[in-house]
């Protein structure tokens, strides 16, 4: 097989997937729509092209060797959007984890790179593809180098050879140097000859071949204006022709053989598909095989017992304790068995054993006997589903670890321990495979195994709690993150009720407006045809409808989403297709999704409540994700009329935060006019309005109101004038005036963001007001990108990230106070700033009064807290 040496132009396509996708953002705050982008077009270039040698180049800075020849090259380009700019670091850790070379090069452009590497791979008789958006590289096609050019988007593609070229341009590689020269480019902004287009420059050079023979024929050449301007511009036209010159012999420091390319670890490219929340790339990945060979470790010897029966003399009071269960999801998940170790013995119980012995039942549930453990969240649920409900956990490994390195993506034992220089365990995936080859081993393998991990986890406990201790988050651990996570236990155990029956009428429900959507449809186009089909889509709306087309794909028309929302306004068919889409994506996804997840045992719903995952501190949760049940739709929100106490006569109580995050900013930024807003209870964003517009109260708009609202937001993320203007609608001038408007109005804002970045850099990390911490090792980089990210996520965290807190040292109050007043309420969820209680009727009126009074009042703030609540038979009913 000969070599293919593929040459991808990085700063070409990340723009393009920037501008091609929406603004997207992973859970931690991180813009990811550019680099998404370009990993699903990496993805889908490894699996068609199958290169045995690869580069990535990127521009190296603004200024080149082509400033010194003319000063405003690329001058009339607009600042990069810092949403961009931010992605560039993580593309590269993508090219990393992909072992895809990349490179950048002082003084010289992306182009010259690829062009070099495509001369030397040229000579060397390899096979060249080049990737971009820019059609200078079409100089270099030759029989051996094809330019595969992107054309709106990234997914549309043509292939440019020679022979392609002369039948599309009617000119050859060599060519494109004099096209451009002639006809400059407006976005690198250089000159060429005004009134010289594609069409003119072409003509020109399908009769005199070069520049330099144009010019000696200049004075045949017909029509007087034309030879007026090639006269008077000859300077600028071969000017223009040096600077779009690419240099293919740049001083570059690799050779092509440091651009081999053997392929990527599956492992490392998952690890990162799921820390940027790249959920549906994770899916491609299935089944690939794996590069690299298994670590083995060499063991030091390890003594224990299996244990036949539970006696009460193997416990001195002081254990740890692992419940080992395979799986993430330990609410279906079996208990393949219990490791116990103490200072005096190590133990491996077989699940029968334990849970069949009265003395292990005794001892889990005595409070004075004092457990460490890896999940007390997992570890309460196992038990509680053999009726053993455990007490006297006084150390949770992994709690304790997602505080000391809340960045870190793996908190299983084997990678604490491996963080912390030890090394005498293995990961479960060395022992019981992955995927679909994971198996449990013989119970010998097995019991070492799980004592392995219980032996690393007590002889970790001292030196982790010593950590958090000089950190000043043993508080934040001990009584905050330990106590809800007992909480969330139960929470989850109890599950929360669902009316399958409720579920399946919405079904039928939305299958019928689906229905008179389909027809309706059909009446205006005028045919019958598949829905669902962009292929049979695209003609009907593009050919016989006669719409605008706003981009195409390799089998025809584009029918995405973004092209439909600017054709809205374009005829009435487009409306109903997006809500046809809208109405079948809430059938699949959320309403058949939650029909899967009931458990049919109970009737309920078991979440899974990510307690140790963002770094902000949020919870999350999964199976389902009830985060992301829409509520922007009527539909959407009706979904939550499925959700129902346990008893027929009960209601559901649901009360939330009312703009907790302002109201916390006001609190760390101590600005006069925000606290004064919040504590004369006054509507900020009217009052944001006022500030920004130099309005009175009455002048206000609702459009006013709403972009006041899009402001007070967006600052507290950090918004930039870019971000602002996409959620606006407007440019980012007007934004930057809105945003600048803002900080004159609260300048206390404007020094609290100052002063925390100033900290951050000092420290290293920023912290909560319970001491939360999210270190920034990027806050004093060299690299602007870097930089400018940590600055925005120094910012926002203490805000985020204490607002968090607050709602979880509030449902700990509330547990308590609903326990202390004999209530048979109970918490049943959280979901963003909102807290979902199901209660007998009688109990609604202490409700009434308790949970508003504990939500406010459990932190102290110069701001007040405010806390808005309702009630009804479902959770729709509480709004």
């Known amino acids: 097989m000969s070599n293919k040496l593929v040459l991808i132009d990085g700063n070409s396509i990340i723009y393009r997937a920037f501008f091609a996708l929406p603004l997207l953002n992973n859970e931690k705050g991180v813009y990811t729509n550019a680099v998404y982008g370009f990993t699903t077009m990496l993805l889908r270039i490894l699996e068609e092209e199958q290169p045995t040698h690869m580069l990535v180049a990127f521009d190296a800075g603004k200024t080149t060797f082509r400033h010194e020849t003319y000063k405003e090259y690329k001058g009339g380009r607009q600042k990069t959007p810092p949403e961009l700019s931010e992605q560039f670091p993580i593309l590269k850790e993508v090219l990393d984890a992909f072992h895809i070379p990349h490179y950048q090069l002082d003084q010289f452009e992306a182009d010259d790179i690829i062009g070099t590497f495509a001369n030397k791979g040229k000579s060397s008789g390899f096979d060249v593809t080049v990737i971009s958006g820019d059609k200078d590289l079409l100089q270099l096609v030759s029989d051996s180098v094809t330019v595969n050019l992107t054309k709106k988007g990234i997914s549309d593609v043509e292939k440019y050879t020679p022979d392609f070229m002369k039948e599309k341009m009617e000119l050859s590689p060599d060519q494109i140097i004099d096209l451009k020269a002639l006809m400059g480019d407006s976005s690198d902004n250089i000159p060429g000859v005004p009134g010289v287009g594609q069409k003119t420059a072409t003509k020109l050079l399908k009769q005199y071949e070069t520049l330099e023979e144009v010019y000696q024929h200049v004075d045949d050449v017909s029509g007087k204006k034309l030879k007026e301007n ?301 829905l669902n089909s962009p292929k049979q889509l695209g003609p009907i709306l593009f050919e016989k409808l006669e719409l605008p087309v706003f981009k195409k794909t390799k089998t025809g028309y584009s029918t995405a989403a973004d092209v439909l929302e600017q054709l809205q306004n374009e005829h009435e068919i487009i409306p109903k297709l997006l809500l046809y889409r809208q109405l079948g994506k809430l059938q699949s996804t959320y309403i058949e999704g939650l029909l899967k997840v009931v458990n049919n045992d109970t009737n309920k719903i078991h979440t899974r409540f990510n307690q140790a995952l963002t770094q902000t501190g949020r919870l999350s949760s999964i199976e389902p994700n009830l985060q992301n049940i829409p509520i922007r739709l009527e539909e959407g929100r009706k979904i939550r009329q499925a959700f129902v106490p346990v008893k027929k006569d009960w209601i559901m109580f649901a009360s939330d935060y009312s703009q907790i995050e302002l109201r916390v900013l006001a609190h760390i930024a101590n600005d006069e006019k925000l606290v004064a807003a919040f504590k004369e209870n006054s509507d900020i964003h009217t009052q944001t309005a006022m500030d920004v517009f130099h309005v009175t109260k009455e002048e206000i708009t609702a459009n006013m109101r709403r972009q006041a609202k899009a402001v007070n937001f967006g600052i507290v993320y950090g918004i930039s004038d870019y971000g602002l203007s996409q959620n606006l609608g407007i440019t980012r001038k007007e934004a930057k005036k809105f945003i600048e408007r803002y900080f004159e109005s609260y300048p206390g804002v404007k020094t609290y963001m100052e002063e925390i970045v100033q900290e951050a850099k000092h420290k290293g990390y920023v912290s909560t007001l319970m001491k939360r911490r999210r270190y920034l090792p990027d806050i004093t980089n060299r690299n602007f990108n870097l930089r400018s ?59 009434k009064k308790i949970v508003p009074d504990v939500m406010e009042n459990t932190v102290e703030l110069n701001v007040p807290l405010k806390v808005d609540y309702a009630y009804g038979e479902s959770w729709f009913d509480a709004k």
């Open 230 to 530: 090639l006269i008077t511009n000859k300077d600028d036209a071969f000017m223009s022709k040096e600077l779009v010159t690419i240099n293919c012999d740049s001083p570059i420091t690799i050779t092509i053989d440091d651009l081999m390319y053997e392929g990527y670890e599956q492992n490392k490219v998952s690890t990162i598909f799921k820390d940027l929340g790249f959920q549906s790339l994770l899916t491609k990945l299935e089944g690939e095989t794996i590069d690299g060979e298994t670590n083995e470790v060499e063991l030091k010897e390890i003594n224990f017992s299996i244990l036949k029966e539970v006696t009460s003399d193997i416990f001195t009071g002081n254990e740890a304790l692992v419940i080992e269960m395979i799986g993430d999801n330990y609410h279906t998940a079996t208990i393949e068995g219990f490791g116990l170790v103490n200072e005096k013995d190590a133990y491996y119980i077989p699940t029968k054993v334990a849970l069949q012995s009265k003395t292990f039942k005794e001892w889990a549930e005595d409070g004075n006997k004092t457990k460490s453990v890896f999940d007390a969240k997992k570890t309460l649920v196992a038990l509680l589903k053999h009726n053993i409900h455990i007490k006297g956990i006084t150390f949770d490994m992994l709690l304790s670890s997602y505080l000391l390195n809340p960045s870190e993506n793996h908190h299983d034992i084997p990678a604490i321990a491996n963080r912390m220089g030890k090394t005498d365990v293995l990961f479960d995936e060395e022992v019981y495979g992955k995927g679909a080859k994971i198996k449990v081993p013989e119970e010998s393998i097995l019991a070492e195994h799980v004592v392995r991990k219980t032996n690393t986890l007590f002889s970790l406990k001292d030196e982790t709690e010593n950590e958090l201790k000089n950190n000043e988050q043993y508080e934040l651990c001990k009584e905050l993150e330990m106590p809800l996570a007992l909480i969330l236990g139960e929470m989850e155990h109890t599950g929360v009720q669902v009316n399958t029956d409720r579920l399946k009428e919405m079904r039928e429900d939305l299958k019928h407006r689906l229905n008179e959507l389909e027809k309706e449809v059909y009446e205006l186009a005028g045919e019958t045809f598949n």
């Open 789 to 847: 990210f940590a600055e925005r996520t120094a910012m926002n965290t203490p805000i985020q990230g204490s607002a968090a807190d607050i709602i979880k040292k509030a449902m700990i109050d509330l547990h308590g106070k609903l326990k202390e007043e004999n209530l048979e309420a109970r918490m049943l969820l959280q979901v963003h700033d909102e807290l979902i209680i199901e209660a007998p009727p009688e109990e609604l009126e202490s409700l």
